[in-house]
Every structure is written in C-alpha cells, then in structure tokens.
C-alpha cells in the first residue's frame, strides 16, 4: 500500500524558508510523477509544482522565483524548498503521486 | 493559464438524488488531462475521474465523468450521505496545472 507522509515545521517566520519533507513508502519512486499542492485554510488547491519520472521538474509560474523540488531516490523522499514566505503561504501542503497518492498533508503557518 | 470555472457553487440536495456538476476550462484542453476529486472536511483530496471519464482504482460507479473541449460534467448517479463534500476539477495538460474553484455539496 502506497503511503505519503509530509513533515516538516509548522511554524515558519516570514522572509525565512519552508523546507518540508514527503516520504514514500509501499511503492516504487523512480518511476512516478510528483507534485506538491498546497491549499491555504478555508480556501481552493494550488498545485506549486511537478517532477516527471524522467527527473523533469515544471513549477507553478506564480512561485517559480522561489521554490526549488528535488528528490532522494535511495531515501524514498521528496523535497520542497520555499524561500521568502509571507503569510500567503500559509496552508495545509500535500505531496502527491501521480495525481492519485496524496499525503495528508501538513500544515504551515507562516507568523512571526 | 487556463482557468477552470466550475458551476454551481453550492448544493443542497437528498440521498438518491442525481447531481451534475459542471467545469468549464478557458480553452480547449485534452480529454486525457481532466481529472476529477472529492474533498471531505478535514481530508486531502480524493482522486475520483482521470483522463475525463476513467474511474480511480475504487471508486463507486455512481461516480461518472464526461466531456471534451472546454466542457466537462461529473455525475453522482444516486447521492449518499458520505458523498457530501466539495468537488475540485483539474487540469494538468498545460503549466501551470490548474484546479477549479470546487463545487461544496451538501446533503440535507
């Protein structure tokens, strides 16, 4: 059985950066696609950006100066870096396997 | 970017009712890149229809998703209680991906 599980701070103080973590298990991870999506409280998704199975990485236009995603095939893990967070990024994040897997997501909440 | 505009907003409707929901994209987009969710309060998404109209591993067949071009529908064929939940359409033919506003739907 797939699972995700991200982790991470929850408190992040703004102009500092959101580093969390999705670790993968019961499946294989070379050979998926990965997203992070994040959706701020009480609000809609938006996915922030993508790494295909040949290593690919597309990110969200709207965020692109800031995040960086990487991966650690032999650790299973999946990363994302946001740098310079304000309070708008303030939201519940999700790693996501080809679109079906999601974890159930961490919150982060931006405050100083 | 596309945008995807999803319609009604809100529903209230009883079990065994049939529902559509619509999601209508700012351009034409491939049947194979529309993919369907359901958000109950509290969860992460839930992947119900891909490529349009395919069910998920799982997924009840009173799930059912249609549609080409810059219009697509899903359909609860006959609502239960634990169908109550907002529903999000997607994109991701095109960067970046985008998701509908959602539709809330509530049972009475």
């Known amino acids: 059985q797939v699972q995700l599980q991200e982790s991470g701070p929850g408190l992040v103080k703004p102009s500092e950066t959101l580093s969390l973590t999705c670790s993968v298990s019961?499946?294989?991870?070379?050979?998926?696609?990965w997203s992070w999506v994040r959706q701020p409280p009480g609000k809609g998704l938006e996915w922030i950006g993508y790494?295909?199975?040949?290593?690919?990485?597309n990110y969200n236009p709207s965020l692109k100066s800031r995040v960086t995603i990487s991966v650690d095939t032999s650790k299973n893990q999946f990363f994302l870096s946001l740098t310079s967070v304000t309070a708008a990024d303030t939201a519940v994040y999700y790693c996501?396997?080809?679109?079906?897997?999601w974890g159930q997501g961490t919150l982060v909440t931006v405050s100083s | 970017e596309i945008v995807l505009t999803q319609s009604p907003g809100t529903l209230s409707l009883s079990p065994g009712e049939r529902v559509t929901l619509s999601c209508r994209a700012s351009?034409?987009?491939?049947?194979?890149?529309v993919a369907w969710y359901q958000q109950k309060l509290g969860q992460a998404p839930r992947l119900l229809i891909f490529?349009?109209?395919s069910r998920a591993t799982g997924i009840p067949d009173r799930f059912s998703g249609s549609g080409s071009g810059t219009d697509f529908t899903l359909t609860i064929s006959r609502l239960e209680p634990e169908d109550s939940a907002v529903y999000y359409c997607?994109?991701?033919?095109?960067?970046?991906?985008?998701f509908g506003p959602g539709t809330k739907v509530d049972i009475k």
């Open positions: 790494m295909d199975y040949s290593g690919n990485i």
């Open positions: 490529a349009a109209s």
């Open positions: 351009q034409s987009i491939s049947r194979s890149y």
């Open positions: 019961g499946g294989s991870f070379s050979t998926y696609s």
């Open positions: 997607q994109q991701y033919v095109g960067s970046p991906f985008t």
């Open positions: 996501v396997r080809q679109w079906k897997y």
